[in-house]
């Protein structure tokens, strides 16, 4: 949870930073993005059931 929480945080800091320079957001600005990352991270995790399925 600890991990969770510094995330948001550290993701809050980076948008405000971000905006205050008036740079682009450094995310995917649509839902199709957010999607493809959390793709990712499921594609991981199958993978390592995969590999942990098949070492006996």
Request: charged share 10%; net charge positive; glycine share 16%.
């Amino acid at each position: 949870m600890k991990e969770i929480i510094l995330s948001l945080v550290a993701g809050l800091a980076v948008g405000i930073f971000f905006k205050f320079l008036k740079l682009p957001l450094p995310a995917p600005p649509v839902l199709a993005g957010v999607l493809g990352i959390v793709g990712v991270y499921l594609g991981g995790l199958v993978g390592e059931w995969i590999l942990n399925s098949f070492k006996g």
